[in-house]
């Protein structure tokens, strides 16, 4: 499955999870904002609409530069369009938090949109893992649920946000059952423990996002 990490331009990593993963990927898709802050790092490919990249360095990438003038989606949701134009069907999302407050609850709430356009996404920030999990991509069981296991670790703090709120949830592998959770506000069925090596899920009128902290 082809991947990328796309870089967007809140706070820059410093945990050695997220800063690992952005110095091994084999594509870094970056915002155009977020390229002044890498470090030790290359850009692949930058996307956006250009204004927070200097003239400097857009005469150095312009061989890798992306010009999106769009003013009905922000920079991050510009790469991951282009990563799903290039048929990248995994990403891992960093820089996505901090700095402003209502930058990050927008980029998190985006997720369920990109869970739409790939196989396979999450967030990572300094302190853990956003999971987003969409039941239209993904095959269902006999009693129409899509079922999906995250690996975790007893006694590990995880909670669940549903970006519908008619979805249902099962889960094994929690201190505290979900099953009749209604899902009419965000904080239902958060600060939850795992108490298994394992998360055992299954939803239907996802899309799901499960929040982890790094272990």
Known sequence: MKEAVILAQGAYPTHSYPLQLLHTTQLLICTDGAVHNLI????????????????????KYK???????????????????YAHEQGIRKITI????????????????????YALLMDNVRMVTDYGVFYVFSDSTRSHTPDGYTAIEIPCSPGLPVSFFALNPTMHLQAKGIAYPV??????????????TCTDSSLDLKFTNGPLLVYLPHF
């Open 179 to 192: 099953e009749d959770v209604v899902f009419d506000a965000w904080w239902k069925a958060t600060l939850n």
């Open 63 to 81: 061989d890798r530069l992306v010009v999106n003038k769009c003013t009905e989606t922000n920079d991050l949701t510009k790469a991951v369009t």
């Open 94 to 113: 960093l820089g996505a938090t901090g700095l402003r407050d209502d930058h990050t609850l927008a980029n998190i709430s985006l997720l369920g949109s």
């Open 40 to 59: 030790d790092k290359e850009p692949h490919v930058i996307v956006g609409d250009m204004d927070s990249l200097s003239t400097s360095l857009q005469e």
